[in-house]
C-alpha cells in the first residue's frame, strides 16, 4: 500500500519551490519504496490554481509542475467504480448530517478503492471516508 497525494500537500511543495523529484524522495523516506500517486482531481485542482494567477511566469512554473507530476507520478482516474463508490460514501455521510467538499471525497474514495492511504494537510475532512487511512 502506498500514499495517494493529496493537491494540498502538492501545491504546498510547488509554493515552496520543491520539484516533483524532491517530493517522492520524501514520501519514500516517510513510507518506504512503494507506489506515490495524484488523483486525477489533483491536476484539475493545480491546473486550476495555476491558471488563476495572473503572473505569467509563474503560471508557466506551475503549468510546467503539472506536467512533471503527470510524468513522474502514476495519475489515478475516476473509474465507473470509483463514481458509484463516491456516490455511496457520499449518501452515507450525508445521512448522517456530513457534508464533504467533492474534491476531498473523489481524491479519498480513489485511494480507498485502490487501497492506498491519503497524505494530506486537511485530516479532517478524509477522516470522513470510512476505512480510508489519513496521514498528516
Keep these: 500500500m502506498g500514499p495517494i497525494l493529496d493537491s494540498n500537500i502538492l501545491i504546498a ?6 520539484t516533483v523529484r524532491q517530493i517522492l524522495e520524501q514520501m519514500r ?3 518506504g519504496d512503494v ?3 495524484i488523483s486525477v ?3 484539475a485542482e493545480i491546473t486550476h490554481g495555476a ?3 495572473k503572473d ?3 503560471q508557466q512554473r506551475r503549468l510546467a509542475f503539472v506536467d512533471r507530476l503527470c510524468s ?3 495519475v489515478c482516474p475516476i473509474t ?3 463514481a458509484r463508490l463516491i456516490g455511496r460514501i457520499e449518501g452515507q455521510q450525508a445521512a448522517l448530517g456530513y457534508t464533504l467538499a467533492f474534491e476531498d471525497l473523489a481524491i479519498g474514495v480513489t485511494a480507498l478503492h485502490l487501497g492506498y492511504e491519503v497524505v494530506t494537510h486537511n485530516e479532517k475532512h478524509f477522516k470522513l471516508i470510512p476505512g480510508l487511512i489519513v496521514h498528516g
Excluded: I, K
Excluded at 13 to 18: D, F, I, K, L, T
Design 13 to 18: 511543495a510547488e509554493r515552496h519551490g520543491h
Design 29 to 31: 523516506a516517510l513510507h
Design 35 to 37: 507506489a506515490v500517486g
Design 41 to 43: 482531481v489533483s491536476v
Design 51 to 53: 491558471y488563476r494567477t
Design 56 to 58: 505569467e511566469s509563474l
Design 72 to 74: 513522474d507520478m502514476p
Design 80 to 82: 465507473l467504480d470509483v
